[in-house]
């Protein structure tokens, strides 16, 4: 009897023994990376930029609010180009979606933040690595600064009146590096300040060269540049970023026959890639939404006096009347096949052809209409065999320059309402629009901007429903 | 299966044996070891019977084989199965010493010593209802608990909440504990027929033993054993039934007063909005009515005149209701179980077989599940078991919750009857597919009118997603649960017991390559199959000893546990028409795969003292390490201590003649809560698979608190319990005191920060509450029988401490002082007679931001302040209450569950009552109270077809939830026992059983158990069954 019991007491002994401390420590987390392996490398790192840029289209919370190009397409049907059927988008068709609970507002607002926090936490990362080299930092470093400018001045266009309105305006909150505490508002000239600081370095230190098209670049950098001082009417150096931008991105209109779904065409500057196993679906604007031959959406059509710009023999003339020989009062009568709808189609997000029409329209308004005629004809040329240079000059060349704009880009970043925004003019509906003047912008309307999410006021002690008062 | 079944039926039937008779003797004596004289001995089932003599002594002739019942008026009866052995000592307890034992954790107790709060549901309660899902057993049967059961698909687990709810992101169900291990398998893999009882442990004493993961409560499930010494018994048990949906769904609109109503609220649009005359806002709505719908089922240019009224018929006006659900769901069930035992080994073995099926056409869960369990005494001194259980289940559910396109309850909800089910040409005749099968309308079809482009979910349609598409779950469960046990001395026990556990988890999910979603893609297949694998281990040693009037009992136990997840998933698209296996895939989208681990190491020590059976103290300790959070944080040290008074073994009340049980009891202890807050949750990690192109790709995961542990809760507990008059009235009364602090709680960060919340340990709320539970035995004659029970408690939820002086979290703001589960939202102002707008109300402010206490109507939702509603999600009384009957050879039983107090937000009608905001969503008959005139006064906005907030979150739409459930109705009819005899049976039960077949509910169209949240899913409904079944005993 004693023997067995001592033999027990053993056995017990020995289990507990072999539970020893390492029991809780042997679990270890697979399949995520910690934080001091991520940036050890110049490749490791790259692995977070590459996770970025994947999150600029990862079918975020709905088909209307899935990624970058939601925001832009949300632009897109505010306009007068567009004619939007019945379906997602409506209600940013009809010029009306801007209260603090809405889907758009919180999401063209949480999105851009997501990101931005993304790329501090990326710069934060890079600035403290003991690994990386001063030589290596800074191309990092050159890519998610020209994001980060490139975020915020989203968020200073769709949160407050355009720059020349008034720079004292609040303005979204600016975050330098990760926090888990919100800032205040900001102002429009803070808000500017530190997008131009960030753009000043990405121009200087972001490599030429890159993985693909998705990537950023100094091309990038300065294609981004270009534009936020078109915005802020900085005309001198929107025309010498503008060109520093085109350069070996040779005019190709083969796109417009194609379906403008690959960024390998050398127009493309900067793009959203797809494959089979990284689609976003049917959530692609504008192509699941202007495509009426596919599977997608197909909601899409065309104003029939904006069809009327574009002579036969343009190659931006994709429009097909849907009910030939009627008369066009549907508004479902003209249909585009600019864009090709299916689950692997690239998405273009700047391309040369604008760099180059900014570079027209700050030659313009500083006054060599000479060389902004020349480059407008350039172009119109390339687009249109039968073209011939209209010899405008003054506000006529500049507004020829801006319907330019409208042929060029329609469809892919909201042309219309960027630059009735920008410009402070107004946008009124005209042909055969579903919804008519009801959805009309006047010029520096309080539509063209968003409200301040309820979730942020709720959850920042920095901002206070106040901040919505008069907004 | 059914063949099988019956095969083993009858050569159970054919296994006879002849044996001969023998002479059994021995002593019967008292639990003192005093001889009792006068004991009566009987062969069961004959009338072979003896008396012992003046010392005890007996001595009977019967059958080897037979059954001896030894009895002795006052004291508990015994059998014993006359085997090998010929001497039989009996010692015969008194009947209330022989009272129920209690599972308790890690072990069993006697009712008696148990000082903490610990309910029970025996197997017959259990078998008066249907529980698919095991754990539904105890809605209504146990008070302070609230049970949710969400939806109708069967296999469907309930959400359970004991005694409040003390954790808000962290896991706030209790842990289920099968046969003494963790479960982490499906509960629905549990079959209800193999369960002997439940026991819900509710206070700190009964659950201080499960430490860290003990602090919302412990469910213990035990499964059936053979008895050692006798009998073998067989029963079968067969039913079938009919289901269909227990509450009512919405009232929808039809399809002409759809299409007035849908013009009405775009001229609204065109007069109010964008002021044009109201004749030619009527032209526009007449011009405008068919583009706007993308259909045209009237086939003429403008199907309503300029007067709102319809001048055509329509071609077709469909019914997704009828064509989506089920409205004669069948529901089958067969089991089989067998059990006995010899001398020193016992077995129970049960196999069961379920299949029902759901609301939702194609909704079905089908399982077989099969369980052995042997225990036998290998040496005198040795005892061993091993406990075997396979489950496999399978369960077809298609979306019948949430946002998907495909929920085909949000689908019955949003699409009007104007849209058809079968595509029609431009004439509205059906199109038919090689001359005979009608084609699925996607509504898609861009170059027609009268079959055109739906405005809301286009590229779907739900009654296709439900016929041609798969969600298919399959679960393989095993689990083997072995023990050993060794008498190391006359009162040191040393147990020995490692379960493991595997669960399979099949997600099958496929989406048909000609229609639908994936048709572009040729089809779509993902799949994912996970492996979960429990491995715990217990090693316990104790001790027991009696001196004279003190009695104390040990126990000193080490456990280990480790929870292993093993990820998989592959998806693939392009395949051939009826493939729909991966392999079949052209194109593979995306694969998936991680393993994750879990352990936890744990000291743990109990003591139980008694004195004279008066006095009960126990107190208890555990030392958890998990490796859930960083090496500082990781171990927590948890205790109770408990004591009880029975009062009616004190001489001064023992006399007392209508008090057969008085005893009073307290308990304080201290637990913790890890459990649902992930593997790692306190590393801040980078995750992959956000690969761009060929290039991998990673992002940083949301904020996390490096220094994250566990919840703590303190729990006090007060309880009576009592019987009175012969035991004909019995019950409990308790108090409860739940204190949660350092909740694990995922705070709202400011979106700006790009993180939407952080996983941190803030603030504590108090959960309080008082429980009663009677038990009458109202009527006990020969013939005719009848017990009540009933049960219910008042549950109070408050927060204590924040952080910060509030949050905001969706309709929720939480304050010191206020519940977790107050609506917190815009109050409604009701509609604007003038303009029939929607209004609510707004605390006037003043300059310096002061509010004067005033307030005023706004129609501009941005404006509207928010306000506490004082109307809270959760119930604040819930309970049950339950009827036992039998009369001659009849028995009756019937529980109902019932809950008070809640309030649910139901957006569903809310998204019902949007007035026509967007085109081609479906309205409620409600809707013809809307505003139509200046004057009118009602509480239903204008239709307008634009966006506005009229039916935006506010009180319009919060409904008081109250609601009482017949749970379970189940009315039997037992055979005469001369019929029984004749045919060789031990018992055979004919049965009818209702499951759900009643429900008042005060707010109508929603199945009353949604979530504890308080807002409505789009959920499918629970069901109503009647079912026949017989049991049979062999």
């Given at each position: 009897m004693k023997k067995s019991l001592i033999k027990f007491y053993l056995f017990i002994v020995i289990i507990l023994l072999s539970c020893d401390k390492d029991y809780l420590e042997e679990p270890k987390p697979t399949g995520t990376i910690n934080s001091d392996a991520v940036f050890k490398s110049k490749e490791s790192a790259e692995a977070l930029i590459s996770g970025i840029l994947r999150l600029s289209r990862i079918s975020y919370e709905k088909?209307?609010?899935?990624?970058?190009?939601?925001?832009?397409?949300?632009?897109v049907v505010k306009g007068n180009d567009l004619i939007l059927g019945n379906g997602w988008y409506l209600f940013d068709y009809e010029n009306d979606n801007r209260e603090p609970t809405y889907r758009r507002t919180t999401f063209t607002w949480e999105f851009p933040f997501t990101i931005i926090n993304q790329i501090n936490i990326f710069i934060d990362g890079v600035n403290n690595s003991e690994y990386l080299l001063d030589s290596e930092k800074q191309p990092l470093l050159g890519q998610a600064f020209a994001l980060r400018a490139f975020y915020y001045f989203q968020l200073a266009m769709e949160f407050q009146h355009t720059f020349s309105f008034d720079p004292s305006l609040p303005a979204p909150p600016i975050y330098k590096e990760p926090a888990n505490e919100g800032k205040?508002?900001?102002?429009?000239?803070?808000?500017?300040?530190?997008?131009?600081?960030?753009?000043?370095?990405?121009?200087?230190?972001?490599?030429?060269?890159?993985?693909?098209?998705?990537?950023?670049?100094?091309?990038v950098a300065f294609a981004i540049s270009a534009r936020v001082h078109q915005v802020m009417g900085n005309w001198q150096e929107a025309a010498s970023m503008a060109n520093n931008a085109k350069q070996g991105f040779e005019f190709n209109a083969s796109e417009f026959k194609e379906g403008f779904d690959d960024m390998s065409n050398s127009e493309w500057i900067w793009a959203m890639p797809q494959q089979l196993d990284q689609s976003n679906y049917f959530d692609i604007a504008p192509h699941s939404f202007t495509d009426i031959n596919s599977d997608g959406y197909g909601l899409a059509y065309w104003n029939r006096d904006f069809v009327a710009l574009f002579s036969d023999t343009d190659v931006r003339n994709t429009f097909t009347n849907q009910f030939e020989g009627e008369e066009e009062t549907r508004y479902n009568t003209w249909a585009s096949t600019k864009f090709k709808f299916a689950f692997t189609s690239d998405i273009p997000i700047i391309r040369s052809v604008e760099m180059h029409l900014i570079e027209a329209e700050a030659k313009a308004r500083l006054g060599d209409e000479t060389e902004a005629a020349n480059l407008l004809f350039e172009l119109q040329k390339n687009r249109d065999v039968n073209a011939i240079p209209s010899g405008n000059i003054g506000e006529l060349l500049i507004d020829e320059i801006l319907i330019e704009r409208r042929k060029e880009l329609y469809g892919e970043m909201g042309v219309e309402w960027y630059d009735a925004k920008r410009l402070r003019l107004g946008i009124s509906r005209t042909g055969n629009h579903r919804i008519k003047s009801a959805a009309n912008l006047e010029p520096d309307d309080k539509k063209f901007f968003l409200k301040i999410p309820q979730k942020e006021i709720d959850a920042n002690y920095l901002i206070d429903n106040s901040v919505n008062i008069d907004r | 299966m059914k063949v099988a079944f019956y095969c083993i039926v009858i050569s159970l039937f054919l296994i006879q044996s002849i044996n001969a008779q023998v002479l059994v003797k021995g002593v019967i004596s008292d639990e003192t070891g005093i001889p009792l004289p006068g004991a009566s001995i009987v062969e069961k089932g004959t009338v072979n019977g003896v008396s012992s003599d003046f010392d005890g002594n007996y001595m009977i002739e019967v059958p080897k084989g037979s059954t001896l019942e030894f009895s002795f008026i006052g004291?508990?009866?015994?059998?014993?199965?006359?085997?090998?052995?010929?001497?039989?000592?009996?010692?015969?307890?008194?009947?209330?010493?022989?009272?129920?034992?209690?599972?308790?954790?890690?072990?069993?107790?006697?009712?008696?010593?148990?000082?903490?709060?610990?309910?029970?549901?025996?197997?017959?309660?259990?078998?008066?209802?249907?529980?698919?899902?095991?754990?539904?057993?105890?809605?209504?049967?146990?008070?302070?608990?609230?049970?949710?059961?969400?939806?109708?698909?069967?296999?469907?687990?309930?959400?359970i909440r004991i005694r409040g709810i003390g954790s808000i992101n962290a896991e706030a169900s209790p842990l289920i504990i099968v046969d003494g291990a963790p479960f982490n398998g499906n509960l629905n893999s549990i079959a209800q027929e193999q369960v002997a009882s439940i026991s819900v442990l509710k206070d700190a004493s009964s659950t201080s033993l499960y430490g860290s993961r003990g602090a919302n409560g412990v469910i213990i499930i035990s499964t059936k054993s053979g008895t050692k010494s006798t009998e073998t018994s067989i029963s079968l048990s067969s039913s079938y039934g009919s289901s269909s949906i227990a509450t009512p769904m919405h009232r929808l609109l039809d399809i002409n007063r759809y299409t007035e109503y849908f013009w009405e609220g775009y001229r609204n649009r065109e007069l109010y909005e964008n002021n044009n005359s109201p004749e030619l806002a009527a032209t526009l709505a007449s011009d405008n009515l068919v583009s706007s719908l993308g259909y045209n089922p009237y086939g003429v240019d403008q199907p309503v005149n300029k007067e709102g009224k319809l001048v055509a018929s329509p071609m077709w006006n469909t019914d997704w209701k009828k064509t989506i659900i089920n409205e004669n769901a069948y529901k089958v069930q067969h089991g089989i179980s067998v059990s006995g035992g010899a001398e020193k080994t016992?077995?129970?073995?049960?196999?069961?077989?379920?299949?029902?099926?759901?609301?939702?056409?194609?909704?079905?869960?089908?399982?077989?599940?099969?369980?052995?369990?042997?225990?036998t005494q290998v040496r005198e001194l040795i005892e061993t078991g091993l406990n075997i259980s396979y489950t496999s289940s399978k369960q077809n559910s298609p979306n019948q919750s949430g946002s998907a396109f495909s929920n085909s309850i949000q689908w019955i909800y949003s699409l009007p009857s104007y849209y058809p089910i079968y595509r029609r040409n431009n004439n509205g005749e059906l199109i038919t597919q090689n001359g005979k099968d009608f084609i699925l309308d996607y509504g898609g079809n861009n170059l027609q009118t009268v079959n055109g482009v739906r405005p809301a979910f286009s590229g779907e349609n739900a009654y296709g997603a439900i016929i041609n598409n798969q969600i298919l779950n399959r679960n393989n469960y095993i689990s083997l649960n072995g023990y050993l046990k060794f008498k190391l001395l006359e009162n040191l026990n040393f147990n020995s017991q490692f379960a493991y556990e595997n669960a399979t988890v099949d997600n099958f999910r496929f989406d048909n390559n000609e229609f639908g979603a994936a048709a572009t893609v040729d089809g779509r297949v993902s799949q994912s199959r996970n492996f979960f694998t429990t491995k715990n281990a217990i090693q316990t040693i104790s001790f027991e000893k009696n001196l004279g009037a003190h009695s104390i009992k040990t126990d000193a136990i080490f456990e280990t546990y480790e929870f292993e997840e093993n990820l998989m998933s592959a998806q693939g698209t392009g395949f051939l028409p009826n493939i729909n296996v991966l392999s079949g895939s052209t194109s593979p989208e995306s694969?998936?795969?991680?393993?994750?681990?879990?352990?936890?190491?744990?000291?743990?020590?109990?003591?139980?003292?008694?004195?004279?059976?008066?006095?009960?103290?126990?107190?208890?300790?555990?030392?958890?390490?998990?490796?859930?959070?960083?090496?500082?944080?990781?171990?927590?040290?948890?205790?109770?201590?408990?004591?009880?008074?029975?009062l009616s073994n004190e001489s001064f009340i023992k006399n007392v003649d209508w008090i057969n049980n008085l005893k009073l009891k307290a308990s304080y202890g201290e637990l913790g809560n890890n459990r649902g807050v992930g593997f790692f949750p306190y590393l801040q990690v980078f995750e992959t698979g956000f690969s761009q192109l060929n290039k991998p790709g990673i992002l940083s995961l949301e904020f996390v608190d490096p220094n994250l542990s566990w919840e703590k809760t303190a729990l006090t507990n007060i309880g009576v319990e009592f019987s009175f008059f012969e035991n004909r009235i019995n019950g409990s009364v308790e108090y409860y005191n739940k204190e949660s602090i350092d909740l694990i709680y995922d705070q709202p960060l400011a979106l700006s920060t790009g993180n939407e919340v952080v996983k941190t340990n803030v603030g504590a709320?108090?959960?309080?509450?008082?429980?009663?539970?009677?038990?009458?035995?109202?009527?006990?004659?020969?013939?005719?029988?009848?017990?009540?029970?009933?049960?219910?408690?008042?549950?109070?939820?408050?927060?204590?401490?924040?952080?910060?002086?509030?949050?905001?979290?969706?309709?929720k703001k939480w304050q010191v002082g206020k519940s977790l589960f107050e609506f917190f939202m815009p109050k409604s102002a009701g509609v604007d007679f003038r303009d029939g707008y929607q209004m609510w109300f707004k605390d006037i402010v003043t300059d310096q931001g002061v509010r004067t206490g005033e307030q005023i109507k706004t129609k501009e939702y941005s404006e509207a302040t928010r306000y506490y509603t004082g109307k809270s999600s959760i119930p604040s009384f819930v309970g049950g209450f339950s009827i036992n009957s039998s009369f001659k050879n009849f028995d009756l039983s019937a529980l109902f569950n019932f809950s008070f107090g809640s309030y649910i937000y139901d957006s569903v009608y809310a998204s019902l009552m949007n007035g026509f905001e967007r085109a081609g969503r479906q309205g409620h008959p409600d809707l013809e109270k809307r505003w139509q005139n200046p004057g009118d006064l009602t509480d239903v906005p204008l239709f307008l077809n634009g966006q506005n907030d009229f039916n935006s979150e506010s009180t319009r739409f919060l409904f008081k939830n109250d609601y009482i459930r017949l749970r379970g109705l189940n009315i039997g009819y037992n055979l005469s026992e001369n019929l029984i005899d004749k045919l060789n049976l031990e018992k055979f039960r004919i049965f009818f059983q209702g499951d759900n077949i009643f429900t008042y509910q005060s707010h109508r169209g929603i199945d009353p158990e949604q979530a504890l949240s308080g807002l409505t899913d789009n959920r499918s409904h629970q069901m109503k069954t009647y079912s026949l079944g017989i049991n049979l005993q062999l």
């Open positions: 088909t209307d609010s899935a990624g970058l190009y939601s925001i832009f397409f949300a632009r205040a508002m900001s102002s429009l000239t803070e808000l500017y300040n530190f997008i131009l600081e960030d753009l000043n370095y990405a121009v200087q230190f972001t490599p030429e060269t890159r993985i693909n098209k998705s990537y950023v670049n100094r091309s | 004291y508990g009866k015994q059998t014993f199965l006359v085997g090998e052995s010929t001497t039989f000592n009996v010692t015969l307890y008194p009947d209330n010493e022989l009272e129920e034992v209690v599972v308790v954790a890690f072990g069993k107790q006697t009712k008696e010593t148990i000082v903490g709060s610990v309910a029970v549901i025996s197997s017959e309660s259990i078998n008066k209802q249907s529980a698919t899902t095991i754990t539904q057993a105890i809605q209504g049967s146990i008070p302070g608990i609230n049970i949710i059961n969400p939806g109708g698909i069967p296999g469907t687990n309930p959400t016992s077995f129970y073995f049960g196999s069961n077989y379920l299949r029902e099926e759901g609301q939702v056409k194609t909704t079905y869960f089908e399982r077989v599940a099969t369980r052995l369990k042997v225990d694969v998936g795969g991680s393993i994750n681990k879990e352990r936890l190491l744990s000291i743990i020590g109990r003591i139980n003292y008694s004195f004279n059976r008066k006095f009960i103290l126990e107190g208890s300790f555990r030392r958890d390490g998990s490796s859930k959070f960083s090496r500082e944080t990781r171990w927590g040290s948890f205790f109770s201590v408990g004591g009880s008074w029975v709320v108090k959960n309080s509450g008082l429980e009663f539970s009677f038990d009458t035995n109202v009527l006990k004659q020969d013939s005719f029988e009848l017990n009540l029970g009933l049960n219910f408690s008042f549950d109070k939820n408050e927060i204590t401490e924040l952080t910060q002086d509030e949050f905001i979290d969706g309709n």
